[in-house]
């Protein structure tokens, strides 16, 4: 299951936070800040997609992460890979590398990334 955009901003505020309760993620938004009805409805409907759950402190709710940050991106990643690039991750890293419009250095380093990992499965 995938997040909306606004789920996503407000999942970011959550695994940053890594538990919070309403107002502080209230805050957390830049202005103009949505109304409070708007945040308690997205984290209804992220719980109900068992991305986010809650303790009881007194009667308040705090929200916290069911999924890592890590977990979820890499799991959509994978989709828009088989999606739009064939399964293929090296069309994909093609793709990026060309279109990224990455520094020199910034390929230099995605090389020893790849060279580490290449070392790793040696």
């Known amino acids: 299951m995938k997040l909306s955009r606004s789920e996503e901003e407000l ?4 695994w940053e936070f890594k538990k919070a309760f ?28 068992n991305f986010v759950g ?10 916290f992460p069911l999924v890592s940050k890590e ?24 793709f990026f590398t060309k279109k990224a419009d990455l520094s020199e250095a910034e390929l230099e380093e ?3 990334l790849i060279e580490n990992e290449l070392t790793k499965k040696k």
């Open 11 to 14: 999942m970011n505020y959550l």
């Open 22 to 49: 309403l107002k502080e993620l209230l805050e957390a938004y830049p202005e103009p800040k949505p109304a409070t009805t708007t945040v308690s409805t997205l984290l209804k409907r992220m719980q109900e997609k």
């Open 54 to 63: 809650y303790d009881m402190v007194g009667s308040m709710r705090q929200y």
């Open 71 to 94: 977990n979820y991106f890499a799991k959509h990643i994978k989709g828009l890979i088989k999606n739009f690039f064939n399964d293929s991750p090296s069309q994909f890293a093609s």
């Open 110 to 112: 995605l090389k020893k």
